[in-house]
């Protein structure tokens, strides 16, 4: 596997410009998937993980399109709902576990029903390995696979890719939690079905409900079964700001679509990225850099949800400077392969004087102590208040400088109150704003909560 990378092109800006925006997307491109994953569920949670997640190589080119559009017309028809693990082959040596030709449910045993076969699309650059999967097809028929599928429990490219035209590799697992599921299946015992079915002959079961030394088939959770199967579409590719040598000349940031946001002539650099609270759905926490780096190492309950708005970090308006750094951009496709590229930045011209530094006001962070993971961002007058009269808020300090309600410098950025947990807080823009009001009623408008850059 590997990322393509066109190189950003070095960049020379006048500080007047104040931003540029680069889609790293239009830079960076992961040749086997556009961002497909599919999500495998058993019924049984407790094998393994419970699920098996899979990156699908449907792209143009490196990847197999044909195999996975026709993997997906299955899924989208419903027709691997209660699919099962039909055979199971770990002796001598690990080599597949099978689906997608049967389902079980009510203990009635059908066929998958079946399109037209598909063209193969064997390449060497998709080998069947560890922890990909394949479709299954006929015997000295390159062109036969229809529904089934196979995941390749060892590397069984000597073999496989040499073979009926080679087998196509359309996916891999996502990542280790998703193949420690796979291995789960794979290290359940097996029984001769043949009797039900001749494809049978290697049926893995479950051992808390069957007797293998006397099988009996008796109830739908002797099969490993797949409640459902899943497609939906996440971004292919991820992206970090690595390095950058010179932080007071640029601030840079990455937005959830892929934009690589350069700031220079602007006094609101700083990014506050917006998380929401699993623990406690509609509620949110919005930080900086380094917090953000500590919520992601420490706090899995809090998810994040991208670059919610600028501001400023001190009180006169973050600086401003000309000068050069060089910033250094990671790229990560779904299955955690990395690669970088570092260009240039020259900031020139004349320093701006910031007219409007005291229009900034301070924000302070509160958190409501009776719903701990909760917070509320109030300028000064408003923190008196709550200072005197909500002691249940406690503060935490300075979150952050920027204009005010009624500055007009700025992006209008609004506050909502989550009904269903009464003092707890989200701040939106426009945009947002008017998706919550039309579909979350929950959410109570309580007007501009100050201003902002985008």
Request: charged share 20%.
């Amino acid at each position: 596997m590997t990322i393509n990378i066109d190189p950003i092109d070095n960049i020379s800006v006048d500080i007047s410009n104040i931003r540029t925006v680069v889609n790293l997307f239009d830079n960076f491109d992961d040749p086997f998937t556009t961002g497909k994953v599919a999500n495998f569920n058993l019924t049984d949670n407790s094998i393994g993980n419970g699920e098996i997640n899979i990156v699908l190589f449907d792209q143009t080119g490196e990847g197999a399109p044909i195999t996975v559009n026709n993997f997906i017309n299955y899924v989208n028809g419903g027709r691997y709902d209660y699919s099962i693990i039909h055979r199971s082959v770990v002796t001598p040596t690990p080599f597949v576990i099978q689906g997608g030709g049967f389902t079980v449910n009510n203990l009635t045993l059908n066929r998958v029903p079946t399109n037209s076969p598909i063209q193969n699309e064997f390449s060497e650059e998709r080998s069947n390995v560890r922890g990909t999967i394949a479709m299954a097809k006929l015997g000295d028929d390159p062109n036969s696979a229809t529904s089934q599928w196979f995941f390749n429990l060892g590397d069984n490219s000597g073999n496989l890719d040499n073979q009926n035209g080679g087998f196509t590799v359309f996916g891999q697992v996502l990542s280790q939690r998703d193949l420690n599921t796979v291995d789960a299946i794979a290290s359940l015992p097996v029984v001769n079905a043949s009797s039900l079915n001749s494809a049978f002959n290697t049926l893995p079961v479950n051992p808390k409900n069957v007797d293998v030394n006397n099988p009996s088939l008796n109830q739908d959770e002797d099969f490993i079964r797949f409640e459902s199967i899943t497609v939906q579409d996440v971004a292919e590719l991820t992206f970090t700001v690595e390095r950058n040598t010179n932080p007071e000349v640029v601030t840079a940031t990455i937005d959830t679509e892929g934009n690589l946001i350069l700031d220079y002539g602007s006094f609101l650099k700083t990014p506050l990225y917006r998380f929401q609270n699993q623990d406690l759905p509609g509620t949110y926490l919005f930080v900086g850099e380094e917090e953000r780096q500590n919520i992601l190492r420490n706090f899995r309950n809090f998810k994040e949800e991208g670059l919610a708005f600028k501001t400023a970090s001190q009180a006169d308006g973050d600086t401003i400077a000309t000068g050069e750094t060089d910033i250094t951009i990671k790229a990560t496709n779904l299955l955690g392969e990395s690669v970088r590229d570092t260009f240039n930045i020259n900031v020139t011209g004349n320093i701006p004087e910031n007219e409007n530094q005291d229009q900034l006001i301070r924000f302070n962070r509160f958190q409501n102590r009776d719903i701990p993971g909760t917070y509320l961002y109030a300028a000064e007058e408003e923190s008196r208040s709550i200072r005197q009269n909500y002691t249940n808020f406690i503060e935490e300090g300075i979150a952050f400088y920027t204009y005010g309600a009624d500055a007009n410098l700025g992006q209008d950025i609004y506050r909502f109150q989550n009904t269903n947990q009464p003092g707890t807080y989200l701040f939106v823009g426009e945009e947002e704003k008017n998706s919550i009001l039309a579909n979350y009623p929950q959410f109570v408008l309580e007007g501009v909560a100050f201003e902002v850059a985008i």
